[in-house]
C-alpha cells in the first residue's frame, strides 16, 4: 500500500481517515476538495484539476482523499489500493450534521477561504447542502465503488471496503511505513 486513493460519501470519514494513513505511511496527503474549490467555492476549470491531481500524485507514494470522477482515471491509474468508506447511513448522517454545524458555528475555514454557511442547513437543494447531498449519495457510492471493485478495468488495484470504526482500527493497524 504506498498510493492510496480514499473514497466515499461526505460524512464518510474520508479526510479523517485519508490523513491517519498518510501519517502511518510517512507519505503526501492530497485532498481534492482543497484543490477543487477555489475562493467563493468557484470550481477549478477541469484541465487544471487534472493537471494539479497529475503532479501531485507523480511521486511514488502518496494518499488521495476524494471522489472527483473528472481525476478519478488519473489517481486510479497511479493507485495501487482504494479505501471505500461505505459505513451504515445513520453513521453518515450522524458525522456529518455534527461536522456541519460545528464547522458553521466556529466559521472553520475550509479551503481557500470558504466556510458553510447557515442558510445551507436549512436548504433542501444538494447542491447547496452537504447534509442533503450526503443523503441522497449514500446507496449511489455504495453501489459504484462496489461495481467499480468488480470492473476489469481496475484490475489492479486492491479493494478495501471500510463499514465501521472496527474496520478502521484494524486497517491503521495493519499498515506499516514502506522501508
Same mark, same amino acid.
Given at each position: 500500500m504506498m498510493r492510496v486513493s480514499?473514497?466515499?460519501?461526505?460524512?464518510?470519514?474520508?479526510?479523517?481517515l485519508a490523513r491517519a494513513l /498518510?501519517?502511518?505511511?510517512?507519505?503526501?496527503?492530497?485532498?481534492?476538495?482543497?484543490?477543487?474549490?477555489?475562493?467563493?467555492?468557484?470550481?477549478?476549470?477541469? *484541465?487544471?484539476?487534472?493537471?494539479?491531481?497529475?503532479?501531485?500524485?507523480?511521486?511514488?507514494?502518496?494518499?488521495?482523499?476524494? #471522489?472527483?470522477s473528472a481525476v478519478r482515471d488519473?489517481?486510479?491509474?497511479? /493507485?495501487?489500493?482504494?479505501?471505500?468508506?461505505?459505513?451504515?447511513?445513520?453513521?453518515?448522517?450522524?458525522?456529518?450534521?455534527?461536522?456541519?454545524?460545528?464547522?458553521?458555528?466556529?466559521?472553520?475555514?475550509?479551503?481557500?477561504?470558504?466556510?458553510?454557511?447557515?442558510? #445551507?442547513?436549512?436548504?433542501?437543494?444538494?447542491?447547496?447542502?452537504?447534509?442533503?447531498?450526503?443523503?441522497?449519495?449514500?446507496?449511489?457510492?455504495?453501489?459504484?465503488?462496489?461495481?467499480?471493485?468488480?470492473?476489469?478495468?481496475?484490475?489492479?488495484?486492491?479493494?478495501?471496503?471500510?463499514? *465501521?470504526?472496527?474496520?478502521?482500527?484494524?486497517?491503521?493497524?495493519?499498515?506499516?511505513?514502506? /522501508?
Amino acid at each position: 500500500m504506498m498510493r492510496v486513493s480514499v473514497v466515499g460519501n461526505s460524512g464518510s470519514g474520508k479526510s479523517t481517515l485519508a490523513r491517519a494513513l /498518510a501519517v502511518r505511511l510517512g507519505v503526501p496527503y492530497v485532498e481534492l476538495d482543497a484543490i477543487h474549490h477555489q475562493r467563493d467555492w468557484q470550481p477549478i476549470p477541469i *484541465s487544471g484539476f487534472r493537471t494539479r491531481v497529475a503532479a501531485a500524485t507523480s511521486g511514488s507514494r502518496w494518499v488521495v482523499d476524494g #471522489n472527483y470522477s473528472a481525476v478519478r482515471d488519473l489517481v486510479w491509474a497511479r /493507485a495501487d489500493t482504494v479505501v471505500v468508506l461505505d459505513p451504515p447511513r445513520r453513521a453518515v448522517m450522524r458525522q456529518i450534521i455534527l461536522r456541519t454545524v460545528r464547522r458553521v458555528a466556529f466559521r472553520v475555514e475550509l479551503w481557500n477561504g470558504n466556510r458553510e454557511r447557515w442558510r #445551507n442547513l436549512f436548504t433542501r437543494d444538494p447542491n447547496e447542502s452537504v447534509i442533503v447531498w450526503a443523503w441522497h449519495r449514500h446507496s449511489v457510492y455504495r453501489d459504484r465503488y462496489l461495481a467499480m471493485a468488480n470492473d476489469p478495468r481496475w484490475r489492479h488495484l486492491t479493494f478495501v471496503r471500510i463499514q *465501521s470504526r472496527k474496520d478502521i482500527r484494524r486497517l491503521l493497524n495493519s499498515v506499516r511505513p514502506a /522501508a
